[in-house]
């Protein structure tokens, strides 16, 4: 894995060698969710989401109690625009709660970095898919406790301004609103 991470780290970065790593980290210790999680990551950050789903959802059966797993599948969803099952599927990783397999899960308190994304993902796709009273609260609790992370700033305000009608950024005659996602690629380590 850590040839895999460092294959990423490279500039350019040599994302083919990274992911033939990660493979072979899963096959020699397959029900690890870290390899999966790498190359998810991975193919999320070449636009290549479809990938980056399946291998978040299989990081997620690895380890179906932790809720970081279920935000790095959520967050593929989201790039994916499948906003219902990023909802679902963040909610689990922010607010907690049972899986549709039955398993609990616990909700990850709000913090910096990857977490904080989660949070402004769950938000952003509550607002686009007009659940707009707990995309505030989401946007309230970030505003309040990542106030310094200027990307989660950001998304905090375009759920807010999502949700009161407006639009986010220059969008153009009846595109979607444009939100500020990390346009820098950053990788879970």
Known sequence: MALGLGYRQLTPPELDKAVTEFTIANALNPTDPLPDTYIARTYANIGEYVKAVQYAEQAKNDAPTDPFMWGTLGSMYYRLGKYPEAIATLKLAVRGGTSDEGVAVEGIPLDYGRIAEFYYLYGLALAKSGECNEAVQIAQLMLQGVRDDETSV???????????????????????????IESTPTFIE
């Open 154 to 180: 950001y998304n905090a305000n375009a759920m807010v301004t999502i949700c009161q009608g407006g639009v986010v950024g220059t969008p153009t005659a009846e595109s979607e609103p444009i939100v500020k």
